[in-house]
């Protein structure tokens, strides 16, 4: 059974407009084209923070009742016939990098927007749980996505019921946790009602968002290269969720009406089907080998009070290699040879050096060079899969994840008690966990879809101390989501404490330990001061 992907109702007049710019009309899957890049950036930009489709939202807010300028169109056949002769004929991927297509893919699952968002080399926005409430039903169903294979399994109704259970709960609570919210932390009379009904709103979809099973649906905007889209179909192909394989071929046939001289290889059988088969079977074989080598071990044998986060991996020379890597641009020696004079270094030197590199940093955003790229940090996390959301998206990092369960535990929100939702919020734990318990036997990849983001999942974060910067001073940040916080402030604690190099965590200046009642508050404030700059009306 095909899971029922809602269709939405446009005029007559509305279809004819979105047929110029958009390669579907009806489906979930579909391209931008005819656009200016600067309107499509603006549309995925938007995206994000609205429950509207792209579709709908172009229409709303974008088009103003006449032709919009096209893309630069003069000079495709040329174009298209060029990239034939080299990508096809020689084989040179990197000319797949010189184009690429906006696409977005539409109620697709929080288990596929992961894979969507696995590849590096692309850029990503997705809708998110902090400013849309779950709690419509469009179609005349809840928004989660109903998977073929359970549908057809003996647990397809359970499936279905539970899900449906978990959804109502969890809108049955937004209102009086709105309540709450909102006697526990009174309006200042100097913020205007939007800055304060969003900062409400984020704080209660950020206590109740851990109810939403894996399964709910999201909308993610995607911009990519022909190489990079390559890769993703490729391995989508081979997925073992019906639902990525069957994204694939929307995703490649709507990308073809684009940039189809990009991804010729990836449906042939002795190209993009051997390498598909190439990735099933790896996969396939490390399952089988990890069943039997690691199948008697329990993955929760340590015993109780073991951190969230571990640092299992550092360089215990890291000064040295560090001093030489930031001297390697500014000499012409080689780079054994700065690591020998930088042994030999007084450890005041060493600091001048250092703090020289890193210089006098104004915001996060002042990052040091590349010389921060020579040592790196191994990160073991358990966290619920709602914060793994958030941190999977630093994909200049090396991340692996294991699959969704309901093995490790869930999450529990501080003041789900005092807010009078804690025991709804166990009954939707309790329901994901039964479920997922009847589904893993037959179905394990599929089981994932029944989890709760409340629930934990382990993955493994390695990143050099550049990147590790970046990562944590974004992370700690007053705005972010209390779990994904801890996580940041705790990874700081452990390069400065465990691994002992207090140098690196001292130049991260801008990590944030901070307690914060309202964490999208001084956002918002922000924000509010932007729109008053721009003559906007309070």
């Known amino acids: 059974m095909a899971h029922p992907y809602v269709v939405e109702e446009f005029s007559l007049e509305e279809r004819a407009v979105l047929e110029r710019y958009f390669t579907d009309v009806e489906g979930p899957v579909f391209a931008l084209t005819n656009l200016p890049e600067v309107v499509k950036g603006a549309l995925f930009a938007r995206y994000s923070r609205t429950p509207k489709s792209l579709r709908r ?33 020689y084989g040179d991927d990197s000319v797949a990098q010189l184009g690429g ?86 309006q200042d009379p100097n913020d205007p009602d939007r800055v304060y009904k969003a900062t409400i709103k984020a704080k209660v979809l950020d206590a109740l968002r851990g109810m939403l099973p894996a399964a709910t649906v999201s909308n993610v905007g995607i911009y990519a290269s022909g190489q990079s889209y390559e890769q993703m179909l490729l391995k989508m192909q081979s997925d073992p969720l019906a639902e990525a394989r069957e994204t694939a071929s929307k995703m490649l046939a709507q990308l073809r009406t684009v940039i189809p001289a990009f991804l010729v290889r990836v449906d042939q059988p002795d190209r993009g089907g051997v390498w598909s088969e190439y990735f099933a079977n790896t996969k396939n074989r490390m399952r089988d080998l990890s069943e039997e080598l690691l199948g008697g071990l329990d993955g929760d044998e340590k015993p109780a009070g073991v951190p969230t986060v571990s640092l299992t991996d550092w360089d215990p020379d890291a000064e040295e290699k560090l001093v030489a890597a930031m001297l390697y641009d500014s000499s012409d020696l080689p780079d054994d040879r700065l690591l020998e004079i930088a042994k030999k270094m007084s450890a005041e030197d060493r600091m001048r050096v250092v703090r020289a590199y890193v210089g006098d ?178």
Request: charged share 30%; aromatic share 12%.
């Open 101 to 186: 297509a906006h696409i977005a893919v539409e109620q697709a699952s929080n288990l596929l927007t992961k894979i969507l968002e696995r590849g590096r080399l692309a850029g990503y926005l997705e809708q998110s749980t902090r400013y849309i409430a779950y709690d419509d039903k469009p179609g005349g169903r809840w928004r989660y996505y109903k998977d073929p294979d359970i549908a057809r399994s003996e647990h397809g109704e359970a499936y279905e019921e539970t899900l449906d259970s978990i959804f109502s709960i969890y809108s049955s609570l937004i209102a009086p946790t709105y309540d709450w919210f909102g006697k526990e932390f009174p």
């Open 57 to 89: 939202l172009f229409l709303d807010e974008f088009y103003r009742g006449e032709p919009l300028p096209e893309g630069a169109a003069a000079g495709a056949e040329k174009a298209a016939e060029l990239y034939d002769r080299i990508f096809i004929e």
């Open 361 to 538: 940093r104004q915001n996060r955003r002042h990052r040091p060079g590349r010389g921060l790229e020579r040592i790196d940090y191994r990160f073991d996390v358990l966290s619920d899969y709602a914060a793994f959301r958030d941190l999977q998206r630093h994909r200049m990092l090396t991340i692996q994840w294991q699959a969704l369960s309901a093995r490790h535990g869930y999450d529990r929100p501080p003041e789900a008690d005092e807010a009078g939702f804690g025991k709804a919020f166990d009954e939707a734990m309790a329901q994901s966990a039964q479920l997922w318990d009847r589904l893993y036997p037959i179905l394990p990849d599929q089981s994932q879809y029944a989890v709760c983001m409340a629930y934990k999942i382990r993955y493994v974060m390695q990143m050099n101390a550049r990147e590790a910067m970046h990562l944590i001073e974004l992370r700690s940040s007053p705005q972010g989501h209390r779990s994904y916080r801890a996580i940041a402030q705790e990874m700081h604690r452990l390069i400065a404490d465990v691994a002992g190099h207090k140098t690196v965590a001292g130049f991260m200046r801008y990590v944030d330990f901070s307690n914060v009642d309202l964490e999208r508050l001084e956002a918002e404030r922000r924000a509010e001061r932007k729109r008053q700059s721009a003559g906007e009306p309070r």
